[in-house]
């Protein structure tokens, strides 16, 4: 059984997790506006990213018999300067959700909750992939950002990037 006391830090994270893929809606809806769709996916991609990591702390609460209760999500920001704005925000973000996951990770071991600090070690090493990715994608774009045609080969890489579903498999590696 989940302590209380992590049981409500868990089900702050589930809000944590939906707010960030509303926030990275909002910053695809930016890009959407300044026609920069290969921007505007892969944030697409990152809220269904989030959304996914959700679900996987839900799920876990729902196996351990803990009581799940849903907060409200706050409405992000919806107007941004620029695109390096934006990207800064997503690095600033992500360094604010490592630090949220790694409370957690230091709650579980502090309470000697084996089982939920193998369940988040997939979040701690899933943060160094997210920090990374938002940290090269704020680099590429200070690199080129007067540079169009720079912006817009970002903007074709940024569209190839594809979706993969978490699935139980590769969360728990």
Do not use: C
């Not at 890009?31 to 702390?57: K, T, V």
Request: avoid cysteine; charged fraction near 30%.
């Amino acid at each position: 059984m989940v302590s209380e006391r992590l049981r409500a830090k868990l089900n702050e994270q589930i809000q944590k997790e939906f707010y960030s893929a509303y926030l990275y809606l909002s910053m695809e809806a930016y890009f959407l506006s300044q026609n920069l769709d290969g921007f505007a996916n892969w944030f697409h991609i990152q809220a269904q990213e989030e959304r996914d990591h959700a679900m996987l702390i839900f799920d876990y609460l729902n196996r351990v018999g803990a009581k799940i209760e849903l907060g409200a999500i706050e409405a992000p920001p919806t107007d941004f300067a620029s695109p390096e704005e934006v990207l800064q925000k997503t690095v600033e973000h992500e360094r604010l959700v490592t630090r949220s996951i790694y409370d957690l990770f230091d709650l579980a071991s502090e309470e000697k909750d084996h089982k939920t600090v193998m369940f988040l070690q997939w979040f701690v090493n899933e943060q160094v992939e997210e920090e990374e990715n938002a940290e090269k994608n704020l680099a590429s774009f200070r690199f080129v950002k007067d540079d169009p045609k720079g912006i817009l080969l970002l903007d074709r890489e940024m569209a190839a990037r594809v979706y993969t579903p978490i699935t139980s498999t590769n969360s728990q590696q």
